[in-house]
């Protein structure tokens, strides 16, 4: 039998083991602040169970040791954490591929060195704000598990002449020491071109000193340089790199993308905003990050508000004024009760709430919409006597069933069915109530419905 003071110390053990990656990593690349946190977390996990250990190593971080590694250039660098792999960053398929690509060279390095070549590792990545170059070099680092390293632009950029050239020379020093992703954004400041009738000398020396530095860099670096305006910078500086990609406008496709991972069902409990996607891919959105910061108002307000202000955040401002997108679908559920109102209002509320009127009025539309697609009465009449053949279903569940299989269809077919059923709800609204009385004592005159009052408008 394990007593519980072994079971206090397996646990502890296991607990800093776990931790133990965090503190060499931090070691290796001389990161003290996180060392200290990490050392902290140990001596606290077992200072219950190894005294003694946990008053040395806080001793030791009281005593505040420097260890002789290779001198971190904080002021120029900052170690970030990748927060998103390639599964969930929203990339031109192109892209991605080519990015998949990198991953698996450096995956199966070892199968690359016996025929003398190296994982490729040197990208160069512009186009538009706001559509995703940031989150692509967090990929890297996510799904390679190494550290992601981005530049400090103002720390980059010295005051002094050939300043600049010593911190690009001191950051690509410290990288080479170990695997990582080096993020260099607005990369057109430091690698302006060389001919351009503007440039001055130590602007030309910058640019040379990158030259050297990105050629010299070992594969177990991954360099992603980012700009916006790809033009400006010096065409050697360009053919450095192993790839060059694009991230431009977005598409509908990538908005329409975007959008399903904003709006996933999983991430708007109780509501399923779906429906919106087709709208939301339409709009003139700039980039993807105004997607996301779209779809992330939708979220709150289905938090804050209950999804009652949806409508007015789907008014999207253009270069020609306030235009609204198109209708934006009520919550299936608001609808329903509508419906219902609109029912009692026209037929009575005796009428509208009769189990019976109301089930054949469904099956009058089913039927119809069967015959529209094309399906004859003999066919009807086999799956009529098949589904009678059969014991009776609950009722709940078969109205859930009628709803996927009616979802399903209108996918098929390519149309939006909370679109048209909403829009058929607002052709009702439109016309006289009269009408539907005059169709529903039609039915009542043939025995397939019950007859309602007509009641004439003064």
Same mark, same amino acid.
């Given at each position: ?101 990198? +991953? ?18 040197? +990208? ?335």
């Amino acid at each position: 039998m394990i007593t519980k003071p072994l079971t206090q110390k397996r646990k502890a053990e296991s607990s800093a083991i776990k931790l133990l990656p965090m503190l060499v990593e931090a070691a290796f690349w001389n990161q003290k602040a996180a060392m200290s946190d990490v050392g902290e977390k140990i001596a606290a996990i077992v200072e219950a169970t190894h005294p003694a250990i946990s008053k040395r190593i806080r001793n030791t971080l009281d005593q505040n040791r420097k260890p002789a590694y290779l001198h971190n250039p904080d002021k120029l660098l900052e170690f970030e954490e990748a927060r998103h792999g390639f599964d969930t960053v929203i990339l031109p398929e192109s892209i991605e591929s080519d990015c998949r690509s990198i +991953i698996q060279e450096h995956h199966r390095r070892g199968e690359l060195a016996p025929f003398d070549l190296l994982p490729r590792h040197k +990208i160069l990545v512009y186009g538009p704000p706001g559509n995703g170059k940031t989150m692509l070099a967090e990929a890297f680092a996510f799904d390679l598990g190494v550290p992601f390293i981005r530049v400090k632009y103002g720390g980059l950029i010295g005051d002094y002449l050939g300043s600049t050239g010593r911190n690009i020379q001191e950051i690509m020093d410290y990288v080479r020491t170990g695997p990582c992703v080096l993020f260099l954004d607005e990369f057109d400041g430091i690698g302006m071109d060389r001919n351009d009738n503007q440039d001055v000398g130590e602007a030309r020396r910058i640019t040379n000193q990158l030259l050297i530095s990105i050629e010299r860099l070992p594969s177990t670096c991954i360099l992603i340089a980012a700009t916006n305006v790809d033009h400006l910078l010096d065409s050697a500086l360009k053919r450095r790199f192993d790839f060059v990609l694009e991230l431009p406008k977005p598409t509908e496709q990538l908005k329409r993308r975007c959008a399903e991972k904003e709006l996933n069902p999983s991430i708007t409990p109780g509501f399923n905003l779906l429906y919106l996607l087709d709208q939301i891919a339409r709009a003139p959105f700039k980039n993807l990050k105004e997607v996301v910061d779209h779809c992330q108002r939708i979220r709150r307000d289905l938090v804050l508000n209950n999804g009652v202000g949806i409508e007015d955040i789907n008014i999207r401002i253009t270069d020609s004024g306030r235009l609204p997108m198109p209708q934006v679908v009520k919550s299936r559920y608001q609808r329903q009760c509508e419906i219902f109102d609109w029912a009692c209002s026209t037929f009575g509320k005796e009428i509208a709430t009769a189990p019976g009127e109301r089930i054949r009025r469904f099956v009058e539309e089913a039927l119809e919409l069967a015959q529209a697609a094309g399906l004859c009465e003999n066919d009807i009449v086999k799956l009529s006597d098949f589904v009678f053949s059969r014991p009776v279903g609950d009722i709940k569940q078969e109205v859930g069933q009628v709803g996927v299989t009616l979802l399903c269809y209108a996918q098929h077919i390519g149309i939006n069915a909370d679109e048209e059923e909403n829009a058929e709800f607002n052709r009702l609204l439109s016309m006289d109530q009269l009408h539907f009385q005059a169709r529903q004592n039609a039915k009542a005159s043939l025995g397939i419905g019950a007859a309602c009052v007509i009641e004439l408008k003064l």
